[in-house]
């Protein structure tokens, strides 16, 4: 799923996150993505992820590396891709049985 993005059947109608995000937090960070480093954007951030802008085209479920100033380098998975922004959840991968 290159840069695919899963469609929606209807508009989000509330907000479900068990978090709020935080903008203004850190404005940019550096994006460990397939054996190069790029400097991001970050949108808004969480304990759980962030949401980056990006010309790159990671894939749904790829493992990233990000690191914001002042703070050690970090895991992360791709969780969704749209419009030039990029949803990273920090830590863990989920994994569907089937």
Avoid: K
């Amino acid at each position: 799923m290159a840069g695919a993005m899963i469609p929606r059947a209807e508009p989000r109608r509330a907000d479900n996150r068990c978090e709020p995000r935080l903008a203004g937090v850190a404005n940019a960070a550096l994006l460990h993505f397939r054996g190069e480093d790029h400097s991001v954007a970050v949108a808004n951030l969480s304990s759980r992820g962030a949401m980056i802008e990006t010309a790159l085209q990671p894939r749904i479920g790829e493992r990233v590396l990000i690191q914001f100033p002042e703070c050690s380098r970090m895991e992360g998975y791709v969780r969704w891709v749209r419009d030039g922004r990029v949803g990273v959840n920090f830590g863990y991968v989920m994994t569907l049985v089937g």
